[in-house]
């Protein structure tokens, strides 16, 4: 005789959920992610970032070190993410369409395999990330193993009341190693057309 | 003699009178209602009761779903105050352990595995006693709501989100998660300072169930949204 299984559910990080189901034995990382607050531009919390009809990206991010690495304005295709970091999903917020000038929304929940590691929210003060432009990290947070029926994880870019958050990160220019292989990189390739 | 017969047919009328009050209020007791919900083979569905039991006593999931269900089903019933699940199994011999009392307004999943299925989708008749001022008052309160928990409106109506007491009283950064019978999967919905993300009219369905995850504190009351039964 199957016995009735009993499950628990962990809240916001403090409750963990464990449970036994002989139909869901996959992980899941299920995370409902958006900005309660808004954003601004350092020293002006009487305006938010966008103006009507200007475009930025927030996007959700995935760290295995907890780490949230600078901006990499040179891997437009990774999400200009860095070292361990992964872009699990991006949101585009336009003022006017889906966000006001605060640039606060609500993303589409991100649903993907589970894997041990820390989440984080990053969004950028447009849509062309460029050096010297501002950026901002949410707080990072412990990834976990959300499967139905428990909820989804949900993560909050702002973390307290107010007017939000101000893009207290500055896109880097890349460090001079880095630029020099770059660089390099290129003269093998002209190198090696060359001689074809 | 006549005034004695005067009294007797205003005795009489009085008397008809009354019983014609109490018919009347008899006609607006104990109204019956059903929810149809449906679960989907090897899947979930986030329900709720919106009815109260007809004799007064406690509900469990073998009043509320009997054998509606395959063998092999779970009823996953929100525990409010630990914050856990009290699961129920549907044996051969009923449900097991069968004490886990089902109330009015919290939420409960109804699981079909695949290996209990026996179609691809299983309906499900939620009954009961629809509430009214006589039996529950006018109005129905959800105390004590913090946290996580697994609610519903508590009448058995469609109602906008954001018509909800709860919504209204929500604080910025808090979420509604909505369960998609159909895609199995969640839609979150935040509520920023610009008011909630949900879409215009967004409704909540008679027998449907959702998370509301806060970072305070309110007791959820909500009016009867309907006159009859009175």
């Known amino acids: 005789m199957r016995r009735a299984k009993n499950m628990s559910i962990r809240l916001l990080g403090v409750m963990a959920g464990s449970m036994f189901c002989a139909s869901t034995a996959l992980a899941y990382l299920m995370v409902a992610w958006g900005a309660s607050e808004g954003f601004y531009f350092p020293g002006d919390p009487s305006h938010g970032i966008l103006t009507n009809g200007e475009t930025t990206i927030a996007q959700l991010i995935f760290s295995v070190d907890a780490v949230a690495d600078p901006v990499d304005i040179n891997n437009s295709a990774g999400g200009y993410v860095s070292g361990d970091d992964v872009v699990l999903a991006e949101y585009t917020l336009t003022s006017g369409i889906n966000c006001d000038e605060w640039a606060y929304f609500g993303a589409p929940n991100y649903t993907g395999a589970y894997s041990a590691g820390y989440i984080f929210g990053r969004i950028f003060e447009d849509n062309t990330p460029a050096i010297g432009e501002r950026y901002f990290n949410g707080p990072m947070e412990t990834a976990e193993d959300r499967s139905p029926p428990q909820s989804p994880q949900s993560y909050d870019f702002n973390s307290g009341p107010g007017y939000g958050d101000d893009l207290d990160q500055v896109i880097p220019i890349p460090e001079p190693l880095t630029a020099a292989l770059y660089g390099l990189g290129t003269l093998v390739i002209l190198h090696r057309r060359r001689k074809a | ?230």
């Open chain 2, 1 to 230: 003699m006549k005034r004695l017969v005067l009294a007797v047919i205003v005795a009489a009328a009085a008397l008809a009178l009354f019983c014609y009050a109490q018919t009347n209020q008899v006609l607006s007791r104990n109204a019956v209602g059903y929810v149809q919900v449906s679960v989907p083979s090897g899947g979930y569905a986030l329900v709720s009761l919106n009815f109260e039991s007809l004799d007064g006593s406690d509900l469990t999931i073998a009043d509320v779903v009997g054998d509606q269900l395959p063998v092999g089903s779970y009823a996953h019933i929100w525990d409010r105050n630990s914050k856990v699940y009290q699961s129920e199994l549907r044996t051969r011999g009923g449900w097991s352990p069968g004490t886990n009392v089902i109330t009015r307004g919290v939420g409960f999943w109804l699981e079909v595995p695949s290996s209990a299925a026996t179609a691809s989708e299983h309906i499900v008749y939620v009954m009961g006693e629809v509430p009214d001022s006589f039996n529950q008052g006018a109005t129905t309160t959800i105390s004590n709501v913090q946290g996580l928990d697994a609610l519903a409106y508590p009448f058995p109506s469609a109602v906008v989100w954001t018509n909800t007491a709860l919504a209204s009283n929500a604080l910025v950064g808090d979420y509604l998660h909505v369960w998609n019978v159909t895609s199995q999967s969640y839609n979150s919905y935040l509520k920023t300072r610009g008011g909630w993300t949900t879409p215009d009219n967004f409704t909540i369905e008679p027998g449907q169930s959702f998370w509301f995850e806060t970072s305070g504190t309110q007791d959820w009351t909500e009016i009867k949204p309907y006159t009859w039964p009175e």
